[in-house]
């Protein structure tokens, strides 16, 4: 992959993690590129959602109205699917909502690092997700948290293969959760690394090569916004097996 | 919450090792994919973790709540609005009312004086009617009154007339047997028929 559009082009080189200031050792501490894309979608999220609602104006401002429109659109999609009983858990997936919906734009600036497209990242959070679905589903109904394999609206002979196939699922969850985030995060930027790589290389015929980025780098705009919108749904659905576990 | 969340987390780091094959497995051995470059993790996880706390942190706090009152107060301010237009409605409907009814009063009043003033208008013309006809009668009366005194005097004249040629012709035709008492009584008789 490394090699296909010549010595130049190295579309993987952006999602290496390195020390931000020099140096080669990587401790667990280790201020790294990662630490300054993750602090800038900090920053970008305050600036966003705490600077830009400072004056609690009952006409919103542009930037009080989308942080508005983004508490919203998460408020509304936790009562659709979860129903009053989810929204406890609001700050916590409108928290994961906004992080991943601010790293993945991010990524697409030039020079960024897109700390979604690594696979650190996208585990941890599917697996944070996993466990807190798992923990509040116990937590909450003890051992009836099991009837999310039992499926009592199926004929009562095919229910333990349904179940086997539940239990399945639900373990796989985590790792189509990561890994769809983090393949679509990583094959965008890619792909817009490998057609610079070609405008370096074509000199005056660069303009092709431009002309699809700017075309990819569109369609990565909805990816980015529809790559945060899946896992946070997906969040709210797992969520839903812990609040109404018999209900299918 | 909050700690749910950090226990969440915390666990997740535990946990760590065994997704980590299996998402190792499912990329399978790509040479040159860094993200499988396992001595970056715990760094990256670190920064994760303390990232996401910071955010939970500052959303939960601060910006949520805000946004939430926002709202409501919008919720409020808009409800509160329309409860005033909806009474500023029903003042309007109620002056209306009042407009409504001040015309009809007035109305009415305007058509209670044209009457009283029809009434005594009429009562005039009557009394005039009646001083007019009185003054007609009596006009008339005096006039056949005066009617019948010529009439009397012209029969009286016609019969003094007629006694006198009477007289004046018997005694032209038979001289001395003039009775002018008879003549007179015979005259008037005729003169009457």
């Known amino acids: 992959m490394a090699t296909e559009g010549g010595p130049n082009i190295h579309p993987m080189e952006q ?34 959602l705490i600077i830009g609602t400072r004056r609690r104006a009952i006409v919103p401002t542009r930037s009080q109205l989308l942080a508005e429109g983004l508490y919203g659109f998460v408020y509304k999609m936790i009562e659709d699917i979860n129903g009053k009983a989810g929204l406890k858990y609001f700050p916590y997936i409108f928290t994961l909502f906004t992080f991943i919906l ?52 199926a004929p009562l002979a095919l229910r333990p293969i349904l179940a086997i196939i539940e239990i399945i699922s639900y373990f796989v969850r985590p790792v189509s959760h990561s890994i769809r985030l983090m393949g679509n995060m990583m094959a965008g930027h ?24 700017m075309a990819v780098l569109g369609l990565e705009l909805i990816v980015v916004f529809i790559q945060a919108y899946v896992f946070t749904i997906l969040t709210v659905i797992y969520m839903n097996d812990a609040l109404h576990p018999g209900g299918h | 919450m909050a700690s749910g969340i950090r226990l969440a987390a915390l666990t997740s780091l535990l946990a760590f090792g065994g997704t980590a094959a299996l998402a190792a497995a499912e990329e399978g051995e790509k040479a040159g994919m860094p993200q499988l470059d396992f ?23 601060i910006a949520l709540p805000r946004i939430a009152s926002i709202l409501s107060e919008r919720q409020g301010a808009i409800a509160r609005d329309l409860e005033q237009a909806e009474e500023l409605r029903r ?18 009043e ?40 010529i009439r009397s005097g012209m029969m009286q004249a016609v019969e003094d007339v007629a006694r006198d040629t009477a007289v004046e012709i018997i005694d032209a035709i038979l001289p001395g047997i003039a009775d002018p008492k008879l003549v007179a009584d015979t005259v008037a008789a005729k003169v009457k028929e």
């Open chain 2, 91 to 108: 003042k309007a409907v109620a002056a209306e009312e009042a407009y409504k009814q001040a015309l009809a009063d007035a109305r009415a």
């Open chain 1, 102 to 153: 601010i790293s993945n734009t991010l990524g697409l600036v030039p020079y960024s690092f897109t700390t979604t497209s690594q696979a650190a990242v996208t585990v941890v959070l599917a697996l944070a997700v996993f466990l807190t679905v798992t923990i509040i589903g116990l937590v909450k109904n003890g051992v009836g948290f099991l009837k999310v394999f039992w499926i009592s609206s």
């Open chain 2, 110 to 149: 305007a058509n209670q004086i044209i009457a009283e003033a029809k009434a005594e208008i009429q009562k005039e013309i009557d009394a005039a009617n009646a001083k007019a006809e009185a003054e007609i009668a009596a006009r008339t009366a005096e006039s056949e009154k005066r009617i019948a005194e």
């Open chain 1, 190 to 213: 890619a792909v817009i690394k490998v057609f610079a790589g070609f405008a370096g290389v074509l000199g005056l015929f660069s303009f092709f090569p431009i002309i699809a980025i």
């Open chain 2, 39 to 61: 001595g970056t993790y715990p760094n990256q996880i670190f920064w994760l973790v303390v990232t996401l706390l910071v955010l939970y942190f500052l959303l939960s706090r």
């Open chain 1, 15 to 48: 999602f290496v993690v390195k020390p931000l200031f020099g140096g080669h050792e990587l401790n667990w501490y280790t201020p790294t590129n990662v630490t300054l894309w993750m602090g800038i979608a900090v920053l970008v999220a305050v600036t966003l």
